[in-house]
């Protein structure tokens, strides 16, 4: 079987894969900015075959209307989107983070979360003080609302993640986390890279 591999490159335009005449027009974020900084893929020990991108695509779309509708259901329930939620469900689990631990278990940059934080503010769900030991460092808590809005969404997801795996077995669940992890991984390389 004739297979082209996709290899990386610093243009600017969509990347394609060509497998027996199949092409399949790639544009995610986390590719195109790893194309636009020059790396290979040959950098990161891969080699991406068009069913491998297909399963990625169709990982990103998943993802992409999966939280579109969830943000929308929060906006028009809460006023609040599931960035905003993410970041409490943390804080509810652990009170008087500092937004340092919150931006790393919450995957958003600091410059991201002080904007999703400024809102929760705004709305009265999370307080935002200095370290006792360290007045630089800016410490988070939920407040009594926020504590309650957690009590009230925090069953959404549960219920999403039941729906999603029901019809998986415990074992095929195990390798549905096993590839997400991987993809993780292999995204934080591509950061780390560039």
């Known amino acids: 079987m004739l297979r082209k591999w996709l290899l990386l490159s610093p243009a600017k335009r969509p ?16 590719l195109l900015r790893a194309a636009e900084s020059g790396l ?7 080699r991406l ?21 969830l943000d929308r259901v929060l906006r028009r329930t809460e006023g609040i989107t ?4 993410v970041i409490m469900f943390v804080l509810s689990f652990e009170d008087d983070l500092p937004s ?10 600091k410059s ?7 809102t929760l503010e705004e709305l009265g769900m999370v307080v ?11 410490i988070l808590s939920l407040t009594e609302e ?6 009230r969404t925090k069953e959404g997801p549960r219920e999403i993640n039941q729906r999603i795996l029901a019809p998986f077995s415990e074992q095929e669940q195990q390798v549905i986390a096993r590839f997400l992890r991987q993809v993780r991984d292999i995204a934080s390389s591509i950061e780390t890279k560039r």
Not at 128 to 138: L, N
Not at 146 to 151: K, N, S
């Open 40 to 46: 290979m893929i040959s950098d990161l020990g891969l």
């Open 146 to 151: 926020g504590r309650q809005l957690v009590a």
């Open 82 to 85: 599931t960035a905003h939620q």
């Open 112 to 118: 991201r979360l002080t904007g999703l934080v400024n």
């Open 128 to 138: 935002r003080g200095a370290s006792s030991s360290d007045g630089r460092v800016s």
């Open 100 to 109: 340092s631990e919150v931006a790393r278990r919450t995957g958003h940059s």
């Open 15 to 30: 990347l394609t894969c060509k497998e027996w005449g199949h092409r399949v027009q790639i544009r995610w974020p986390f």
């Open 49 to 69: 075959t068009a069913p491998m991108l297909r399963v990625l695509h169709e990982l990103h779309l998943s993802h992409s209307k999966l939280f579109q509708s």
